[in-house]
């Protein structure tokens, strides 16, 4: 039995392995199950228990990507114009032609979805008509959907393949074949356990990152954040650590939410018809209009970029006239006369009953805290407005921002550059990744995360029948990798008696102390909210030195139980995504994203020199970056 510093080794071998127990996880393994022959060994590994990891862990109250009658290439140019034109046209089509069979397959499996007045009983398969909150959003009572939706899956796959609370550190290389992943290995969060996996192929579905900025929440309210606290850039530090190439790493989603709770916006613009105003109850997307016209084409859409809506935001905050107010009193009083109207006084008062109930339940289904902030602050969101604000930024290839991993595409609808053969494999050798993971192809949401599981492990499962005689063989030998994993916990058992204070100690550092300082330099230089999201170059620069700083002392973090090692070793991903964010924003000579991030020596967006993806790369033998322009292709007309 392992004991706290001599943990036993354990070593697993499989066919495919999916690191993760998300969205993409979830729809992966329900997926391998239909395709693959007995003797093909799938594992799935999940740093937290499935019902409640990841991004979903709340629940939901929409799944905002549907398409029902349109069309994918509509899809695509709408994702396409949000993100500023650089988009990988080929996996958004992909994933629009397979994203609502996803969505049915949640309905079957007991998610309850709204319809129409009418089509209560029938299901989206029949041709129930959902009802939308947008063009693209369709509303749920969805406070369970994380945990029907991994039922599923662990049916699917079965419990004796899964194993949850094992967080996985690094990726393992082949010994002998170049550029080739071989396995992964991480260790238990609840028992003294390291496991080495050996596999044939993986998916890397870990989600994005958060916490790499100072959060808005800090003291008193640390620990809230809108994307899950959880998901800490493994996807990318590792994928990247290995060699994979990354893309549109400079893209970051600064979401606009509810002050204090991070509440989701969606469902109050666009359902409830609400407006955000500055403190006059000037609307600023009428009265900043013109400021649009210095983004053609993507503040010219019908829906300007919601990096654009942000920019026209932060003006108002900028020059004193905030705060933000969304107007949920204007909007649901006016809902309110609607009902009167057309129903009368009786058969109204239960209808507006009935819409506090559903703008109660908006944050009920996914975001608690913003709840309780109403009920603490005495909030009546009929009577008085909420105030929204620019979140700290997040790292996510699979909600409104698009950095991440380097796919090849789908052989019939990619330019032959950006296929090689398997689809949704990184430019390493039997790796794999989707939704979060992915770079340059956004808004896939909760159900095109899992879409995109379901495509991905198609890949992974064509390339271990296409290399059925491989056997991995590690560079590293496990007792290696036990000792380097523990090296936190070792830190700590030598030192620990040096001070009587055990949190002050010359020889080492906090997992909580270090995340602090990363979060600092990101926030002060890499611009956070603490310079209202602008930076510059030289300001950069530092921040590029005081990463490297910081990434020798992090080799001091110490950790007094398996929570905090794994708290150690989510700093490790963190530093390693943030310090990929910023390398790409360097390299970029222009503000792509207004309202996400200002880089103020080049505050405009260069159409001509700049319509391109940002690739890099590490050397894994050396660590050296690599930082690279790709060419971009229209795929579908724009217009
Ligand atoms: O309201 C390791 N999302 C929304 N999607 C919608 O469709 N509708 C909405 O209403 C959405 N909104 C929303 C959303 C998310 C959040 C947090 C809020 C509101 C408050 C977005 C989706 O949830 C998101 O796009 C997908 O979930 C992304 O899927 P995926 O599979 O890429 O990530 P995941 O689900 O977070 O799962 C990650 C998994 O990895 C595990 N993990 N396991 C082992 N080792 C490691 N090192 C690991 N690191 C992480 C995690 O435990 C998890 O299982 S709204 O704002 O628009
Ligand atoms: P959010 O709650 O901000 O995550 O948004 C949920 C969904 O609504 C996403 O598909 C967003 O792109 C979309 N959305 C949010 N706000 C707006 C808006 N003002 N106009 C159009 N779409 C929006």
Redesign the pocket.
């Known amino acids: 039995m392992g004991s706290f510093g001599n943990p036993d080794i354990v070593e697993i071998d499989t066919d495919i392995l999916i690191?993760?127990?998300?969205?993409?996880?979830c729809g992966a393994a329900y997926e391998i199950m239909r395709w693959k022959s007995p003797d093909i060994r799938v594992r799935l590994?999940?740093?937290?228990a499935?019902e409640r990891?990841?991004?979903?862990?709340?629940g939901?109250?929409?799944?905002?990507?549907y398409l029902g009658e349109q069309k994918p290439a509509d899809y695509a140019r709408m994702v396409a114009n949000d993100l500023m034109g650089i988009t990988r046209d080929d996996l958004v089509m992909d994933v629009g032609r397979h994203v609502d069979n996803s969505v049915q397959l949640f309905e079957e499996w007991g998610l309850p979805i709204w319809k129409q007045p009418g089509d209560e009983d029938k299901s989206l398969k029949d041709g129930g008509k959902p009802v939308r909150s947008g063009k693209w959003?369709i509303m749920i009572n969805g406070e369970s959907y994380k945990t029907i939706v991994a039922e599923a899956a662990k049916k699917a796959l079965g419990m004796e393949n899964i194993q949850e609370r094992?967080?996985?550190?690094k990726l393992i290389l082949d010994a002998k074949e170049d550029n080739r992943v071989a396995g992964a290995v991480?260790f238990s969060n609840r028992e003294d356990k390291i496991y080495v996996y050996r596999a044939n192929a993986i998916l890397l579905?870990?989600?994005?990152a958060v916490n790499v900025f100072r959060p808005r929440s800090v003291g008193e309210g640390m620990g809230r954040t809108?994307?899950?606290v959880?998901?800490?850039g493994?996807?990318y530090a590792?994928a990247a650590q290995a060699g994979a190439e990354l893309t549109m790493m400079e893209n970051r989603f600064v979401?606009a939410r509810f002050k204090d709770g991070?509440g989701?916006v969606?469902?109050w613009f666009l359902l409830f018809k609400a407006q955000a105003t500055n403190n006059r109850g000037e609307i600023y997307m009428h009265s900043n209009k013109e400021m649009l016209k210095d983004y053609p084409p993507y503040g010219l859409a019908a829906v300007p970029a919601t990096c654009l809506r942000n920019h026209l935001m932060m003006r108002e905050m900028r020059e004193g006239r905030g705060p933000i107010l969304m107007r949920t009193d204007i909007a649901l009083q006016a809902l309110a006369k609607s009902y009167e109207e057309e129903f009368g006084p009786k058969e109204a008062k239960k209808k507006i009953k009935h819409l506090e109930a559903e703008a109660w339940e908006d944050f009920l289904d996914?975001?608690i805290g913003q709840a309780g902030v109403w009920a603490g602050e005495n909030i009546e969101p009929e009577k008085k407005p909420s105030e929204l604000m620019p979140t700290e930024p997040y790292f996510?290839?699979?909600?409104s921002g698009c950095c991440g991993i380097w796919v090849s595409g789908p052989e019939d609808l990619a330019p032959p550059e950006w296929v090689w053969g398997y689809r949704s494999m990184t430019t390493v050798n039997g790796l794999f990744t989707?939704?979060?993971?992915v770079g340059a192809s956004g808004h896939?949401?909760?159900?095109?995360?899992h879409a995109e599981?379901r495509i991905a492990i198609k890949g992974c499962l064509k390339w271990v029948l296409d290399h059925k005689g491989y056997k991995p063989s590690m560079d590293r030998d496990p007792k290696q990798l036990a000792e380097e994993i523990y090296a936190p916990v070792r830190t700590y058992l030598q030192h620990k008696d040096y001070s009587t204070a055990v949190e002050v100690n010359p020889h080492y550092i906090t997992p909580r102390m270090l995340q602090a300082r990363l979060q600092k330099i990101m926030d002060e230089y890499v611009a956070g909210v603490g310079s209202m999201y602008t930076t510059n170059e030289y300001m950069m620069n530092m921040a590029v030195d005081k990463l490297q700083e910081l990434k020798k002392d992090s080799e001091k973090m110490m950790a007094r139980d398996l929570h905090e090692l794994m708290r150690a070793?989510?700093n490790y991903?963190r530093i390693f995504a943030g310090e990929a964010h910023l390398r790409h924003m360097l390299f970029r000579k222009e503000t792509r994203y207004p309202g996400f991030y200002y880089n103020m020596d080049y505050n405009f967006v260069d159409e001509e020199n700049w319509k391109c993806f940002v690739n890099s790369k590490i050397n894994p033998k050396t660590g050296e970056w690599t930082t690279f322009k790709v060419p971009h292709k229209d795929l579908v007309p724009k217009g």
């Not at 579905?205 to 994005?208: I, L, R, S, Y």
């Open positions: 690191i993760g127990g998300g969205m993409a996880a590994v999940d740093k937290a499935m990891s990841g991004a979903v862990a709340q939901l109250s929409a799944i905002n990507t959003q094992v967080f996985i550190v991480g579905v870990a989600g994005g809108w994307y899950p959880w998901n800490a493994s996807t590792m979401p991070y989701p969606g469902a996914m975001c996510l290839g699979s909600h989707a939704a979060d993971g896939k949401f909760s159900s095109g995360s599981g070793w989510e991903h």
